[in-house]
Structures are given as C-alpha cells and as structure tokens.
C-alpha cells in the first residue's frame, strides 16, 4: 500500500501542477506572460538571491543557538550543511517539512539526540512563523489606518484571520513558557485514549522553554525578525525588479508575504502557493499578469538561493557511499 502511495500522491501533485499552469496560462496568455517576465531587471532579482542566501546564514546561528541550548552543540560547518540541505529539500518540494525531517534524522543518526533535534527545529520555524505573523498583523493595521477602516468600525475578515493566527501563535508561546498550562495541557493529554500519549508527552517536554533558557529568548526573536523582514524583502525586491513596487503598496508584502510563508509549511504542490500569492496581490490592485509572475519568479529565487544546500546533499551522499566501501573493503581485506 506504501508503495502504491508515493506514486499516486506525485502524480497527484503532478495533475495539480500542471492544471494550475494551464489554467494560468489560458487566463493571461503565454505572450503576456512571457513579456511580462521579460521586464524583470537581472540586478534587482541578483539582489534577491543575495538577501535570501544572507537571511538564510543568519538562520544558521538562530538554529545553531536553539541546538546548543537542547545540548547539540554541532560545528558550525555541520549545521550549515545540514541547514542548507533542510532550506533546499522545504523549497525543491515546494512546501512542507521535507528538509526538516531531513535534519532531525541526520542528528538522530549521529548525534542519537532526535528529540532534542526534533525540539530546536520546531522552535526555529515556531519563532520565523511568530514573527511573520507579528509583521503581518503590524502591516494589516498599517493598511486599515490608511483606508480609515479603524476609525469607522469596519474591519476585514482576512485581517481579523490574521489577528487571530497571532493569537494562536501566541498562545503556543504561552504553553512554551507557562508552567501552569503546561500541567493543565499534559493533564488533558494523560485522560485522552491515545497509545501514543506517553511518547508525545515526552516530544512536548523536550519543546518546553524553562527559566534557564529565557536568556536565549531575546536572542532568537530578534534574530527571528531580522530573518524575516529579509525574506520580505525579498518579494520586495522581484516586485521592484518588475516595476510593481511603490509606496502606496510595500505594506501589502508585509501582510500577504507571511501568509504565503505559512502556506509553504504544507506540502502544496508546486504552483498552488505562487497562484494564491498571485490572486491575494491581484485582489489588492496589483496587475493580474504581473502579480502571478512575481510569485513564480520569487519561488525561483529561493530555488536559487537554496541550490547550494542540493550540492551539499549530494557531496554527502557521496563522501558517505565512498565511506561505507571503504569500511567493506578493509573488513574483507581482513578476512
């Protein structure tokens, strides 16, 4: 039955993409597309890639502080490998937690500290959601300050959904730290029928933040939110390469950026993300064309920015292929 579900579930995605990109295509027409995607200027999508391949660095060091405070004090040559590898396998399947699991596994595999492992890289991507989320509210109100819309009363659905992901996020945080709703979490987790339940306690633990780790706090936030506004920035730099980006419209990247960047930790197939990208831009007064374009063309650029970590997976496959004949060559030299 696995066997059989692999394929299917690639094919699926496969049927999902190429729907998408025909619908697309029939919607604003292939010449329109492509001179459309011809406007874009090299040196502000070179800058792109640049701000993404910096922002990822300085994810490196937020999970490096993550891991060496759940004592998995990797070298930072490891955990930028790792790291990158991670980024290139969230953005090659085009959402998901592909390249974290990937991560989690390679410390479980030779450090034997999966759930530690498993602990820094939820708090890593829990605190680049939080601060997205935080960016997201801060621009939704930015937005109906503009339009007067908090002075008459009326508020948008979409803007009182992204109140409440923050809340939500919020709350997760609360948990993190609240030792009272811990005990009142892991009390309801102990009465519900789950075989499971003993092994998810011991995970939940493992995430907890306890005093000793408040001083790490003030580090990973900030670097949370220098992480990503950069990736804002990015999307602000494809729309500046094709034109689009003006004063009057920067504070829809802080709103609708965060959103597509929650969408990504679902493994959607490739398209599905850049078209509701594309169709929340269109809804907000950009260029239908143009607005699709720029979601497709700023998935490439985090395509691009994240290709060294495809190298590095391939480099140690390799050095380990080469490893494991060298270990049977000596065993059977032995013999």
Known sequence: MLKLKTPLLTLLKAGVTLAIIILLVNKLGWEDIKSTAATARPVWLAAAILLFLASTFIGVFQWGILLHNRKIPLPFGRSCRLYFIGMFFNNFVFGGIVGDVLKIASIRSIDGK??????????????????????????????????????????????????GAFLLFAGILVFLLCKPMQRFCFTMLGRLPLAAKDRIRDTLSEMLIEAHDLHILFKVGTLSAVIQIMRIGVH?????????????????????????????????????????GGTLFALAGFPEGAAYVMGFLATLVGLAGSFIGGLFYITDRTLSREQHENRINRHTALQ
């Not at 602990?119 to 109906?144: E, H, K």
């Not at 960047?261 to 078209?275: D, K, Q, Y």
């Open 114 to 163: 999966g759930k530690a492992g498993l602990a820094a890289t939820f708090l890593d991507r829990f605190a680049g959601l939080w601060a997205m989320c935080g960016f997201a509210v801060a621009g939704s109100i930015v937005l109906l300050m503009r339009h007067g819309a908090l002075r008459s009363g009326k508020v948008d659905t979409a803007m009182v959904a992204l109140a």
């Open 236 to 276: 602000l730099l494809v729309a500046a390469s094709l034109g689009l980006l003006t004063t009057a419209n920067f504070q829809y990247f802080f709103i609708f950026v965060p959103i597509i960047a929650m969408l990504m930790t679902i493994p959607l197939p490739f398209g599905v993300r850049e078209a509701a």
